[in-house]
């Protein structure tokens, strides 16, 4: 398995539209940036919601659901890491490490966000650079992707999506 460069990245995105929309800027010398979206989910929610222009206050403590703004639709050979961009993390606000995009994923990806401050809340942006998406570029072709599964519980999300679990209550 090898980490994709720029270069490669920008080829996946034009020739496979690996990220939409694709902005060239995002490219990263081996990472490509993801922007906050639109819609959240916080905890106890099962509906998203909508964060409007003067963003979402993630209060000290908090927990929520967050939505990329770019679709991503991983390439069969390829598998996506996704990490929080360093500035967010020195505001205080973790990424459970969840962010993993198997071949053939497509979707916009679901983060899990927390405030660790305890006193300060954190102010996220629609569009805001918010985490970084590492391209793996897999040895050979998977056998079954992740569009193939019977049990691919996140199939073509099309925005924040809770957890399944909590679906089969």
Request: glycine share 8%; proline share 7%; charged share 20%.
């Amino acid at each position: 398995m090898a980490i994709c460069v720029d270069w490669q990245i920008r080829k996946l995105c034009e020739e496979q539209a690996m990220i939409q929309p694709f902005d060239p800027a995002l490219i990263n010398p081996a990472s490509i940036d993801v922007r906050f979206g639109q819609h959240v989910i916080p905890e106890g929610g099962t509906e998203p919601s909508l964060v409007g222009e003067s963003g979402y206050e993630l209060g000290p403590g908090e927990f929520i659901l967050a939505e990329t703004l770019e679709v991503i639709r991983t390439p069969r050979h390829c598998a996506l890491q996704f990490l929080l961009k360093s500035s967010v993390a020195r505001l205080g606000v973790q990424h459970l490490l969840s962010g993993y995009a198997d071949p053939s994923f497509t979707g916009r990806l679901t983060l899990q966000l927390k405030n660790v401050n305890s006193r300060t809340p954190r102010v996220l942006y629609p569009g805001q650079r918010i985490g970084q998406l590492v391209v793996h570029k897999l040895d050979s072709w998977c056998e079954v992707d992740y569009s193939q599964r019977v049990d691919s519980h996140y199939k073509d999300q099309p925005g924040v999506v809770p957890s399944w679990l909590e679906q089969k209550k």
